[in-house]
């Protein structure tokens, strides 16, 4: 059985590269310098944070109850690597 996961996501003025044979996404942007709901980063506060993203895991939704509820395996999207600052842009990785 084959089921389609649509998810929205926008990617505006970003070059993302798709590797379909490895399943890796390349210039995805994790962290910009401005939030929505009107938060703004320090590009010297987000080169600090790059460790905390690199090998972090990718999940899908939340976690059912509380923040630290345990995942079910079918929740996991993947693990972030090759974390790196865009002068003027944020975080992609």
Request: proline share 3%; net charge positive.
């Amino acid at each position: 059985m084959t089921e389609t996961l649509q998810e929205f996501t926008t990617s505006h003025g970003q070059t993302l590269r798709v590797d379909s044979a490895t399943g890796v996404l390349r210039g995805v942007k994790l962290l910009g310098l401005a939030s929505r709901n009107g938060r703004r980063y320090r590009e010297e506060a987000l080169a600090e944070a790059i460790g905390l993203y690199e090998g972090a895991k990718v999940n899908v939704n939340h976690p059912k109850g509380h923040p630290h509820a345990p995942r079910d395996y079918e929740e996991r999207l993947g693990v972030i690597r090759n974390v790196a600052l865009r002068g003027g842009e944020g975080l992609f990785g």
